[in-house]
């Protein structure tokens, strides 16, 4: 499961699909990072469960555009941005740690473009040789949620070190990226790329390289999917929401596309996601 809310705080529930009914089933725990890898890290997330006796439950989130290493048991890995859905099983017991990084905070260490990540899991020994696997015996190894943010705060020290002594300035621009994307997040008028082209002073071609480069995806694909993001609350807060003003209001042309959008996200139509959310209550 990727963590979620970026830019919204450690206790919200943004980008959890029917989160009511998910924080039944499981507990999720958020920290913030430390200084030192402030600038490239969102925050840690832990979610632990226990379902012996009750039947498995699927998690289904709405991902940020950011990329997130989970430890696990049996299966570490490095998630790029997820475009597409990856519903989740929980079943008996269960705890994870990931970090959520901020968008465009993964490039400097991966040391290529992020989008060669995008949609795919990779090993975490394929990204960061048998270090990565060494720091990750060292995480599952924690006792608890301050031991395994401890070992994993390690080994991204190192990491960033080394980051900064190769390269300072992508490291800066990774900043620059993060403060692009959170601009998007925070402003819900900006629903095209020639907007945010235009907020940035920089041409809309730039803007897609910079972002494919640095958050794996492009512009156009971040504000749709923070656009997504406030059409999810909409839908589990407002009890008859008005869908044709409402896709208006995200930039779509008509209400078809914001359905077909919201359905391929969530796995529900916008009025089903809404009448499910109404029934969690």
């Known amino acids: 499961m990727n963590g979620s809310a970026p830019v919204q705080g450690l206790d919200s529930t943004r980008g959890i699909l029917h989160a009511r009914e998910g924080l039944r089933r499981f507990e999720l725990r958020r920290r913030l990072p430390s200084p030192t890898v402030a600038g490239l890290v969102s925050h840690y997330w832990i979610v632990s469960w226990d379902l012996h ?18 430890y696990e ?13 990856h519903p989740q099983l929980l079943a008996g017991t269960g705890r994870v740690l990931g970090v959520m990084f901020r968008p465009g905070g993964f490039r400097p260490l991966l040391g290529r473009s992020v989008a060669t990540i995008t ?6 020994a394929e990204v960061f040789g048998a270090e990565g696997d060494e720091a990750a015996a060292a995480v ?5 949620d301050d031991g395994l943010v401890a070992a994993a705060e390690e080994f991204l020290t190192r990491l960033v070190v080394r980051a900064r002594g190769r390269d300072a300035s992508t490291l800066s621009t ?9 601009l998007v997040a925070t402003d ?5 790329v020639d907007q945010l082209a235009a907020r940035l002073g920089l041409g809309v071609r730039a ?11 492009g512009p156009k694909w971040v504000i749709r999917r923070y656009r997504l993001h406030e059409a999810v609350e909409r839908a589990a807060e407002d009890r008859d929401p008005d869908w044709v ?13 914001l359905v077909r959008d919201f359905t391929a996200a969530t796995g529900q139509s916008p009025s089903r996601y809404a009448r499910a959310a109404r029934r969690q209550t």
């Open 53 to 70: 006796g009750q039947p498995p439950h699927t998690q289904r989130v709405l991902p940020y555009p950011c990329v997130n290493v989970i």
């Open 73 to 85: 048991a049996a299966r570490s890995r490095v998630a790029g941005v997820l475009r597409t859905p």
């Open 119 to 124: 949609d795919r899991f990779l090993p975490l």
């Open 140 to 144: 599952l190894a924690a006792p608890d």
């Open 174 to 182: 990774a900043e620059r990226v993060a403060g692009i994307v959170e």
């Open 188 to 192: 819900p008028t900006i629903v095209r």
């Open 207 to 217: 803007l897609q390289r910079l972002c494919a480069e640095y958050a794996g995806v």
């Open 245 to 257: 003003r409402l896709a208006a209001d995200l930039g779509y042309s008509d209400q078809a596309h």
